[in-house]
């Protein structure tokens, strides 16, 4: 197939695809954080039957960074589901949506200082609940970017099908 052949099959874009993709991206990114503090954080007396009192104190900052900072990924979700595999332009919108996530993620998280989330206080105890992530958020990270193995291999595998036409 020569070059020209392949630039007018590039115009080819998936609008279903890119729906479904904007709905996976807004569920995850959008959807779950808004979940969780409309209904899970507020309503936590109703699942707790104890003397228990817990005090939100950086939860909901972390839920807040998690959807403003997925805003910009359910752009680049929506983007990348609408290139058909095997083209470049999905390889590429994979690989920019792939780091993204991998922002995305520390970001929220906070680059890994979770200290100070809840406090708890149980028949007049009080107790912190924090997390200091180091050596999880290497694996985190190392694990999201492997992911880029997949990406060049979907690009690899379905590269013929995309330039046959099927």
Known sequence: MSKEDEDVKIKKVRILGGIVGFIVAVVFYIGIPLFFEQYFIPNYQDIIKYDVV???KNIIPLFDRWLY???PCVILGTITWAFPKGSRQRF???TVYLAASILWLLYVINFGD???LI???VNGNTFEVGIVL???LYLIVLFRALKFLIIY???KDERRNY???E
């Open 119 to 121: 406090n708890v206080t």
């Open 114 to 116: 979770l200290t100070d």
């Open 54 to 56: 817990i005090e939100w």
């Open 92 to 94: 590429l919108a994979s």
């Open 163 to 165: 330039l046959d036409g």
């Open 153 to 155: 291999g979907v690009y």
């Open 69 to 71: 900072a997925g805003i």
């Open 134 to 136: 180091t050596f999880m």
